[in-house]
Protein backbone atom coordinates (compact mmCIF):
# COMPACT_ATOMS: atom_id res chain seq x y z
CA UNK A 1 0.00 0.00 0.00
CA UNK A 2 0.96 3.49 -0.94
CA UNK A 3 2.04 6.16 2.22
CA UNK A 4 3.13 9.43 2.84
CA UNK A 5 4.04 9.92 6.59
CA UNK A 6 4.83 14.19 7.50
CA UNK A 7 6.29 14.02 11.17
CA UNK A 8 6.43 17.31 11.53
CA UNK A 9 2.84 18.98 12.90
CA UNK A 10 4.38 22.30 13.02
CA UNK A 11 7.43 24.33 12.60
CA UNK A 12 8.72 27.96 13.11
CA UNK A 13 11.41 29.89 10.74
CA UNK A 14 12.34 33.12 11.03
CA UNK A 15 11.89 35.81 8.30
CA UNK A 16 13.91 35.20 5.40
CA UNK A 17 15.83 32.03 6.56
CA UNK A 18 15.33 28.79 5.08
CA UNK A 19 13.28 26.02 6.45
CA UNK A 20 12.93 22.33 5.75
CA UNK A 21 9.91 20.32 5.66
CA UNK A 22 10.05 16.59 5.96
CA UNK A 23 8.31 13.56 4.09
CA UNK A 24 9.25 10.29 3.47
CA UNK A 25 6.85 8.11 1.27
CA UNK A 26 6.04 4.34 0.66
CA UNK A 27 5.74 2.70 -2.34
CA UNK A 28 5.88 -0.74 -4.47
CA UNK A 29 5.15 1.04 -8.18
CA UNK A 30 8.74 1.58 -9.91
CA UNK A 31 6.83 5.14 -11.81
CA UNK A 32 5.42 7.45 -9.32
CA UNK A 33 5.10 11.45 -8.73
CA UNK A 34 5.92 13.08 -5.85
CA UNK A 35 4.23 16.50 -5.06
CA UNK A 36 4.30 19.62 -2.07
CA UNK A 37 0.97 21.44 -2.03
CA UNK A 38 0.54 24.83 0.01
CA UNK A 39 -2.74 25.09 1.72
CA UNK A 40 -3.48 28.90 3.70
CA UNK A 41 -6.04 29.47 6.02
CA UNK A 42 -8.65 30.57 2.86
CA UNK A 43 -8.57 26.40 2.07
CA UNK A 44 -7.33 26.04 -1.22
CA UNK A 45 -4.94 23.98 -2.33
CA UNK A 46 -1.78 25.48 -4.26
CA UNK A 47 0.76 23.04 -5.85
CA UNK A 48 4.19 24.29 -5.74
CA UNK A 49 6.51 21.71 -7.02
CA UNK A 50 6.74 18.20 -8.38
CA UNK A 51 9.42 15.24 -8.51
CA UNK A 52 8.80 12.29 -10.96
CA UNK A 53 10.54 9.20 -9.84
CA UNK A 54 12.70 9.06 -12.68
CA UNK A 55 13.95 11.94 -12.58
CA UNK A 56 17.68 12.91 -12.21
CA UNK A 57 17.81 15.87 -10.70
CA UNK A 58 15.90 17.83 -7.60
CA UNK A 59 12.97 19.34 -8.59
CA UNK A 60 13.11 23.63 -7.91
CA UNK A 61 10.98 26.29 -8.83
CA UNK A 62 11.95 29.35 -7.69
CA UNK A 63 12.23 29.82 -3.66
CA UNK A 64 10.58 25.80 -3.55
CA UNK A 65 13.28 23.14 -4.32
CA UNK A 66 12.57 19.68 -3.17
CA UNK A 67 15.28 17.42 -2.05
CA UNK A 68 14.63 13.58 -3.70
CA UNK A 69 16.57 10.90 -2.13
CA UNK A 70 14.83 7.96 -4.23
CA UNK A 71 16.90 5.45 -1.70
CA UNK A 72 16.10 6.69 1.59
CA UNK A 73 11.97 7.32 0.02
CA UNK A 74 12.12 11.03 1.44
CA UNK A 75 10.88 14.13 -0.93
CA UNK A 76 11.39 17.25 1.58
CA UNK A 77 10.56 21.06 0.65
CA UNK A 78 13.04 23.16 1.00
CA UNK A 79 11.79 26.68 1.34
CA UNK A 80 14.19 29.42 0.93
CA UNK A 81 14.11 32.90 2.35
CA UNK A 82 11.03 32.45 3.86
CA UNK A 83 8.41 35.07 3.90
CA UNK A 84 5.59 36.00 6.15
CA UNK A 85 3.14 35.15 3.47
CA UNK A 86 5.01 31.20 3.24
CA UNK A 87 2.63 30.80 6.80
CA UNK A 88 0.21 27.77 5.99
CA UNK A 89 -0.27 23.72 5.74
CA UNK A 90 1.90 22.47 3.89
CA UNK A 91 1.30 18.47 2.00
CA UNK A 92 3.47 15.90 0.30
CA UNK A 93 1.29 13.94 -1.61
CA UNK A 94 2.37 10.92 -3.99
CA UNK A 95 0.57 9.76 -7.27
CA UNK A 96 1.56 6.41 -8.72
CA UNK A 97 0.39 2.71 -9.80
CA UNK A 98 -3.28 2.53 -11.57
CA UNK A 99 -4.48 3.78 -8.14
CA UNK A 100 -5.53 6.87 -10.09
CA UNK A 101 -5.73 9.10 -6.94
CA UNK A 102 -3.26 10.89 -5.07
CA UNK A 103 -2.93 10.63 -1.41
CA UNK A 104 -1.73 13.31 1.34
CA UNK A 105 0.44 13.03 4.57
CA UNK A 106 -1.23 14.74 6.83
CA UNK A 107 0.51 18.14 6.34
CA UNK A 108 2.61 20.59 8.50
CA UNK A 109 2.07 23.80 9.65
CA UNK A 110 4.57 26.20 8.66
CA UNK A 111 5.14 29.47 10.77
CA UNK A 112 7.26 32.23 9.45
CA UNK A 113 8.08 35.37 12.68
CA UNK A 114 8.97 38.25 11.58
CA UNK B 1 -6.75 30.15 -18.29
CA UNK B 2 -9.34 29.80 -15.45
CA UNK B 3 -8.91 27.25 -12.52
CA UNK B 4 -11.38 24.99 -11.04
CA UNK B 5 -14.18 26.19 -10.05
CA UNK B 6 -16.45 24.97 -7.19
CA UNK B 7 -19.90 26.10 -5.93
CA UNK B 8 -21.42 26.26 -3.94
CA UNK B 9 -18.22 28.29 -1.43
CA UNK B 10 -20.35 27.39 1.73
CA UNK B 11 -23.21 26.15 2.44
CA UNK B 12 -25.11 24.88 5.85
CA UNK B 13 -27.54 21.65 5.99
CA UNK B 14 -29.44 20.07 8.78
CA UNK B 15 -29.00 16.49 9.73
CA UNK B 16 -30.58 13.74 7.41
CA UNK B 17 -30.95 16.47 4.34
CA UNK B 18 -28.72 15.91 0.96
CA UNK B 19 -26.33 18.09 -0.45
CA UNK B 20 -25.04 18.48 -4.34
CA UNK B 21 -21.43 19.96 -4.55
CA UNK B 22 -20.38 21.31 -8.38
CA UNK B 23 -16.84 21.21 -9.83
CA UNK B 24 -15.83 22.69 -12.99
CA UNK B 25 -12.32 21.75 -13.95
CA UNK B 26 -9.92 23.72 -15.93
CA UNK B 27 -10.36 24.04 -19.57
CA UNK B 28 -8.94 20.56 -21.45
CA UNK B 29 -8.90 18.69 -18.07
CA UNK B 30 -10.48 15.38 -18.10
CA UNK B 31 -9.58 13.79 -14.96
CA UNK B 32 -11.60 15.03 -11.53
CA UNK B 33 -11.36 13.91 -8.73
CA UNK B 34 -12.58 14.43 -4.73
CA UNK B 35 -11.27 14.94 -1.27
CA UNK B 36 -12.98 15.52 1.98
CA UNK B 37 -10.85 17.39 4.20
CA UNK B 38 -11.20 17.57 8.17
CA UNK B 39 -9.62 18.39 11.05
CA UNK B 40 -9.30 14.78 12.72
CA UNK B 41 -8.86 12.90 9.22
CA UNK B 42 -6.82 14.83 7.24
CA UNK B 43 -7.56 14.97 3.44
CA UNK B 44 -9.27 11.72 1.96
CA UNK B 45 -9.81 10.70 -1.40
CA UNK B 46 -13.71 10.30 -2.39
CA UNK B 47 -13.70 9.29 -5.56
CA UNK B 48 -12.20 10.07 -8.89
CA UNK B 49 -13.78 10.55 -12.76
CA UNK B 50 -12.23 10.11 -16.00
CA UNK B 51 -13.93 10.61 -19.53
CA UNK B 52 -17.48 10.32 -17.27
CA UNK B 53 -15.93 6.99 -15.80
CA UNK B 54 -15.55 6.54 -12.49
CA UNK B 55 -11.90 5.08 -11.70
CA UNK B 56 -11.24 4.42 -8.21
CA UNK B 57 -13.04 5.23 -5.58
CA UNK B 58 -12.05 5.94 -1.87
CA UNK B 59 -13.24 4.54 1.29
CA UNK B 60 -16.71 6.53 1.97
CA UNK B 61 -20.28 5.12 2.46
CA UNK B 62 -22.88 5.09 -0.41
CA UNK B 63 -24.29 8.17 0.72
CA UNK B 64 -21.38 9.43 -1.09
CA UNK B 65 -21.50 9.48 -4.93
CA UNK B 66 -20.24 11.68 -7.85
CA UNK B 67 -20.94 12.00 -11.69
CA UNK B 68 -19.29 13.01 -14.60
CA UNK B 69 -20.69 14.77 -17.62
CA UNK B 70 -19.40 14.58 -20.91
CA UNK B 71 -18.17 18.34 -20.76
CA UNK B 72 -16.26 17.20 -17.47
CA UNK B 73 -17.82 19.34 -15.07
CA UNK B 74 -18.45 16.91 -11.65
CA UNK B 75 -20.80 16.75 -9.25
CA UNK B 76 -20.56 14.91 -5.88
CA UNK B 77 -24.02 14.30 -3.70
CA UNK B 78 -23.88 13.24 -0.07
CA UNK B 79 -27.41 11.85 1.46
CA UNK B 80 -28.54 11.34 4.73
CA UNK B 81 -26.34 13.88 6.12
CA UNK B 82 -24.67 13.04 9.58
CA UNK B 83 -22.65 16.16 11.69
CA UNK B 84 -19.64 13.94 10.67
CA UNK B 85 -20.06 15.19 7.23
CA UNK B 86 -18.96 18.88 7.98
CA UNK B 87 -15.60 19.04 6.21
CA UNK B 88 -13.93 20.76 3.57
CA UNK B 89 -15.15 18.97 0.23
CA UNK B 90 -12.11 19.96 -2.52
CA UNK B 91 -12.21 19.23 -5.88
CA UNK B 92 -9.15 18.96 -8.48
CA UNK B 93 -8.90 18.25 -12.13
CA UNK B 94 -5.84 17.20 -13.95
CA UNK B 95 -5.41 16.47 -17.59
CA UNK B 96 -5.34 13.06 -17.07
CA UNK B 97 -4.56 10.37 -14.31
CA UNK B 98 -0.88 11.20 -14.57
CA UNK B 99 -0.21 14.32 -14.15
CA UNK B 100 -0.16 17.33 -11.58
CA UNK B 101 -3.74 17.87 -9.62
CA UNK B 102 -4.82 21.61 -9.20
CA UNK B 103 -7.36 22.20 -6.69
CA UNK B 104 -10.12 24.52 -6.63
CA UNK B 105 -10.94 26.77 -3.83
CA UNK B 106 -13.43 24.10 -2.17
CA UNK B 107 -16.73 23.96 -0.66
CA UNK B 108 -16.79 24.55 3.35
CA UNK B 109 -19.83 21.66 4.56
CA UNK B 110 -21.86 22.41 7.86
CA UNK B 111 -24.17 19.69 9.09
CA UNK B 112 -26.14 21.50 11.95
Known amino acids: AQKITQTQPGMFVQEKEAVTLDCTYD???????LFWYKQPSSGEMIFLIY??????QNATEGRYSLNFQKARKSANLVISASQLGDSAMYFC???????????FGAGTRLFVKA | KAGVTQTPRYLIKTRGQQVTLSCSPISGHRSVSWYQQTPGQGLQFLFE???????NKGNFPGRFSGRQFSNSRSEMNVSTLELGDSALYLC???????????FGEGSWLTVV
Open chain 2, 49 to 55: YFSETQR
Open chain 1, 27 to 33: TSDPSYG
Open chain 1, 51 to 56: QGSYDQ
Open chain 1, 93 to 103: AMRGGRGFKTI
Open chain 2, 92 to 102: ASSLSSENTIY
